[in-house]
């Protein structure tokens, strides 16, 4: 296995991720101390938005893979004190690899966190209790129409939400700190007033801090972003509901740090 760079921006430097079988995946230091870890080649979720999942899961990461995308950046000489499995693929579709990595990375003082579509709901609640130094869960939407459309095998929102207030009661202060929620607001799909005050209404009595993130379109897709000034009035919004909101970091607002714009390539095919 073997990183190649591939893009360089301020606050980020893009890696493909090139696996012994031909396949590729991912990874992208950031912030000049974090590494954000790809832990599949491909993704089964299918949301539409996202260059990841665009043909389907290929296979899965072994955790050595997933270790080793954070060995070679090392061994580049880029410091890694976080890591966060955000790259590519669901990490709770491949469960006892990820939890290998984060133990792994525990025991090597670096800081892991994970992204996660929040499926299948068993394994969501196992990571509560996991040794992460942040889990957060991608919701996008309020209807259950809107996260059928942009989240379509992730679960359902009414049993995503009543797991988190389940669940949620019997974790200490400090791991609640821990759980964040994430909307990723796309023009023209989950940026209405009406979706924005449904997904309020399902998150204000869990009191968890949502991450509000700055789409970045791919260059083929058909979702586009959404205005800085609809950005902002979508944010005063979630706010005046009573959320804790927190934008997008300078990081993720580049082109090459964002949401959903990681790509896996199978074997035998190219860009
Ligand atoms: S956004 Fe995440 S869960 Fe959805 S297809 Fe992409 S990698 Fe998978």
Redesign the pocket.
Known sequence: MRLVEVEISSFNRRFRVELDDGAAVEAVHYRGDSLCVSSQVG?A???PF?A??ANGLARQLSADEIWAQVAEARARGLQVVRTTVSG???PLHNQRAVREFVLRCRAERIAPSLTT?GGPLERLTEWFALPHNGLTI?VHAGSEEMRRAL?PRGPALQPLFACLAGALPGQSRSRRKKIALAYLLIEGANDSDAELDAFSARAAPLALTVHLYAYNPLAAGAHRAVSRARYEAAYARLCAAGLRVRMSSQARIEPNGG??TLVALRPGLSA
């Open positions: 993704c979720v299918g949301c996202c990841s999942g590519v693929g669901e579509s991608s989240v949401c959903g």
